[in-house]
C-alpha cells in the first residue's frame, strides 16, 4: 500500500494590516475558481477550543496579562489548532494555507516584547508538533503605512494597541527571520495594490510547485 503524501503546509505573515488576511481570501477564491483542493485557516484560533483562548489573548480588558503568560497562551492555542485540525488535514494530503503562525510569535512575543528567542523555539515545537512548514509567505509593507490602511489601532484589541515603536521592531523581528529561513520563508512585497500582491503570491506559489 503506498504511504498517501503529505499535504502542503503554507503560513502567511506580516505586520498588522499589511494585508495577510486580504491576500489569504484572495487565494481561497483563486483556489476555488481553478480547482485546488485547499484549507484556509488562521492563528490564534482555527478551533473552538483555540478561538476561545484568542478572545482571551485579544480582549482589551485583559490589561494585566503577564507577557509570558501571553505566550502560553497563543502556544496553546497553536497546539489545539495544530493538533485537531492542522496535521490530520495535512496527513489526509490537503494543502493548509495558515494566516500567521510560529514567525508571528517569534517577531511579536520574542523581538518585540524581548521573551527568550530559545524558549519561544521550544515551545512552538511543542505546539506545532513537527508540522513542517513547506513554505512562508512573508508579506513584507512598512508597518506604519499597514496601521494607516487599517485605519490606525483598535484600542480595545490588546496587540494593536502597542506603539509604533513595537510594531517596528515586529517588523525588524520578522526581516531578521527571513534573513535566518532563506529556504523557507519567501518575502514578497506587499506595497502595492491587492491585485499586484496577489499575482505575486501566486507566481511564487507556482514557482514553488505548490499550485
Ligand atoms: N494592497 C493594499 N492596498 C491598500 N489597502 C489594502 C491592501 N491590502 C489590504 N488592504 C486593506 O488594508 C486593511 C488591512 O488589511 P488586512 O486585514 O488584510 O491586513 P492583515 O495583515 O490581515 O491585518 P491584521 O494583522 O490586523 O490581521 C483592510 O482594510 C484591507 O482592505
Ligand atoms: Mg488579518
Given at each position: 500500500?503506498?504511504k498517501?503524501?503529505f499535504?502542503?503546509?503554507i503560513?502567511?505573515?506580516g505586520?498588522?494590516?499589511?494585508?495577510?488576511s486580504?491576500?489569504?481570501?484572495?487565494?481561497k477564491?483563486?483556489?476555488q475558481?481553478e480547482?485546488v483542493d485547499a484549507?484556509?485557516t488562521?492563528?490564534?484560533g482555527?478551533?473552538?477550543v483555540?478561538?476561545?483562548?484568542r478572545?482571551?489573548i485579544?480582549?482589551?480588558?485583559?490589561?494585566g496579562?503577564?507577557?509570558?503568560c501571553?505566550?502560553?497562551?497563543?502556544?496553546?492555542?497553536r497546539?489545539?489548532?495544530t493538533?485537531?485540525?492542522?496535521?490530520?488535514?495535512?496527513?489526509?494530503?490537503?494543502t493548509v494555507?495558515?494566516?500567521r503562525?510560529?514567525?508571528?510569535t517569534?517577531?511579536y512575543q520574542?523581538?518585540a516584547?524581548?521573551?527568550?528567542?530559545?524558549?519561544i523555539?521550544t515551545?512552538?515545537e511543542?505546539?506545532?508538533?513537527?508540522?513542517?512548514?513547506?513554505?512562508t509567505?512573508?508579506l513584507?509593507?512598512?508597518?506604519?503605512?499597514?496601521?494607516?490602511?487599517?485605519g490606525?489601532?483598535?484600542?480595545?484589541?490588546?496587540?494593536?494597541?502597542e506603539?509604533?515603536e513595537?510594531?517596528?521592531r515586529?517588523y525588524?523581528?520578522?526581516?531578521?527571520?527571513a534573513?535566518d529561513?532563506?529556504?523557507?520563508?519567501v518575502?514578497?512585497?506587499?506595497?502595492?495594490?491587492?491585485e499586484?500582491?496577489?499575482?505575486?503570491?501566486?507566481a511564487?506559489?507556482?514557482?514553488?510547485?505548490i499550485?
Amino acid at each position: 500500500m503506498t504511504k498517501r503524501q503529505f499535504g502542503k503546509f503554507i503560513t502567511v505573515e506580516g505586520c498588522e494590516g499589511v494585508g495577510k488576511s486580504t491576500q489569504t481570501r484572495l487565494l481561497k477564491e483563486y483556489c476555488q475558481r481553478e480547482g485546488v483542493d485547499a484549507y484556509f485557516t488562521r492563528e490564534p484560533g482555527g478551533t473552538p477550543v483555540a478561538e476561545r483562548i484568542r478572545g482571551l489573548i485579544l480582549d482589551g480588558a485583559n490589561t494585566g496579562m503577564d507577557a509570558f503568560c501571553e505566550l502560553l497562551l497563543y502556544e496553546a492555542a497553536r497546539r489545539q489548532h495544530t493538533r485537531e485540525l492542522i496535521l490530520p488535514l495535512l496527513k489526509s494530503g490537503k494543502t493548509v494555507f495558515c494566516d500567521r503562525y510560529i514567525d508571528s510569535t517569534l517577531a511579536y512575543q520574542g523581538y518585540a516584547r524581548g521573551l527568550s528567542g530559545a524558549k519561544i523555539r521550544t515551545l512552538n515545537e511543542w505546539a506545532s508538533d513537527g508540522a513542517p512548514i513547506a513554505l512562508t509567505l512573508f508579506l513584507d509593507a512598512d508597518p506604519v503605512a499597514g496601521f494607516i490602511r487599517k485605519g490606525g489601532a483598535d484600542k480595545t484589541d490588546r496587540l494593536e494597541a502597542e506603539g509604533a515603536e513595537f510594531h517596528k521592531r515586529v517588523y525588524e523581528g520578522f526581516l531578521r527571520l527571513a534573513a535566518d529561513n532563506p529556504r523557507r520563508v519567501v518575502k514578497i512585497d506587499a506595497s502595492g495594490t491587492k491585485e499586484e500582491t496577489h499575482g505575486k503570491i501566486v507566481a511564487v506559489l507556482k514557482q514553488k510547485g505548490i499550485f
